[in-house]
């Protein structure tokens, strides 16, 4: 039913894209480009990122997670997720799988949490970036605020996600 | 690009040390892509429209209001509805940095960027479900008005 919904609405999508090519209806035109822009640029990130989920699937054991990842998992397990989203390539839409990928292997949803958390603000290539345009202090800054409260409100949710029966779902 | 280098480097490793463990690495990462695919077209076809609607010179331009509580609310509702890359954000805001845009305004921006994304939701939801991408997406909202406002503190933009 779903995915049927979301087939419609790109045959729909589709249909309107050629439509403007062909009609020469502008927005449409910019609308299908910035399409095909996003989707190279993902596309030279994505399959990488699948591959190394694939091996660390077959090559990383599951004990080896829990016990650096899992329910019983120090506070250590928040610094390994800290070193591996800083070297996470890409936006979220990476780091999505990849916290999936950590969380089947038995990460607790707490550590995984705060992997997305750090692989949104903490990408050590984006921080060299933002480092070079807007100072060294102002990264400093956000990092300092940010890092502290990722790991406060993957707490925090993980908690509460899990008082409150939940469950996580399966991509396929 | 290094990281393909890293990538090629791992998965020769991994075939010289077990052909069959590599090949069902690969069946694993063919699956899982074209299984989480419908999620990111989906997510393509709306950066595609909102990039459309918002592009980036419109935000930058609107990131320049003058007040700066109202620079702050469209700061971050900018930086919840689009997707821009790293490359592209910085120097832009550099050089609205140089046209006197509060420090602030530009972290709550960049911050909402990095950790709420409305067009990302489709394959978060994929993955996490729905409740926990809005309470994950909720809770970046908050941090990144608490990150902006320290900002603020710190670059004695504003005071308490």
Redesign the interface.
């Given at each position: 039913m779903k995915a049927r919904f979301s087939t419609v609405l790109f045959a729909v999508y589709s249909v309107f894209v050629v439509a403007s090519l062909v009609f020469g209806f502008q927005p449409g035109k910019d609308i299908g480009n910035n399409f095909l822009a996003f989707t190279l640029s993902m596309l030279k990130i994505l399959p990488g990122a699948f591959i190394l989920i694939g091996l660390f699937q077959v090559w990383v054991s599951r004990k080896r997670v829990e016990k650096h990842l899992g329910e019983e998992s120090s506070f250590l397990g928040f610094l390994w997720v800290l070193l591996l989203a800083g070297t996470t390539v890409g936006g979220l839409y990476i780091a999505f799988p990849v916290a999936y990928a950590l969380y089947e292997k038995g990460a607790r949803i707490q550590v995984v949490l705060a992997y997305l958390g750090f692989a949104a603000v903490s990408r050590i290539p984006m921080m060299i970036f933002e480092a070079s345009f807007m100072g060294v202090k102002f990264t400093f800054v956000r990092l300092a605020v940010s890092i502290p409260l990722v790991v406060v409100s993957a707490v925090i949710l993980g908690r509460y996600l899990k008082a409150s029966n939940w469950k996580m779902t399966s991509p396929q | 690009?290094i990281?393909?280098g890293v990538?090629l480097v791992?998965?020769l490793l991994?075939f010289f040390s077990d052909r069959k463990?590599?090949l069902?690495?690969?069946?694993?990462?063919?699956?899982?892509?074209t299984?989480?695919l419908?999620?990111?077209?989906?997510?393509?076809?709306l950066?595609?429209?909102s990039?459309?609607l918002l592009p980036h010179e419109l935000v930058m331009k609107y990131l320049g209001e003058e007040d700066i509580s109202r620079g702050m609310v469209i700061a971050m509702l900018a930086g919840s509805l689009t997707?821009m890359?790293?490359?592209i954000v910085?120097?832009l805001?550099?050089i609205l940095?140089e046209q006197g845009v509060p420090?602030m305004v530009?972290?709550a921006f960049?911050?909402t960027l990095?950790?709420v994304?409305v067009l990302?939701l489709?394959?978060?939801k994929?993955?996490?479900?729905i409740?926990?991408a809005l309470?994950?997406n909720g809770?970046?909202l908050?941090?990144a008005v608490?990150?902006a406002v320290?900002?603020g503190l710190?670059?004695s933009e504003v005071v308490l």
């Open positions: - | 690009m990281f393909y990538v791992l998965l991994s463990k590599t069902k690495a690969l069946k694993i990462a063919w699956k899982r892509f299984g989480i419908p999620a990111f077209v989906l997510m393509l076809v950066v595609s429209i990039l459309y997707l890359p790293g490359f910085f120097p805001c550099g940095r420090y530009l972290s960049t911050t990095m950790m994304g990302t489709p394959v978060e994929q993955y996490f479900g409740k926990t309470v994950r809770a970046g908050i941090i608490i990150v320290v900002t710190v670059f």
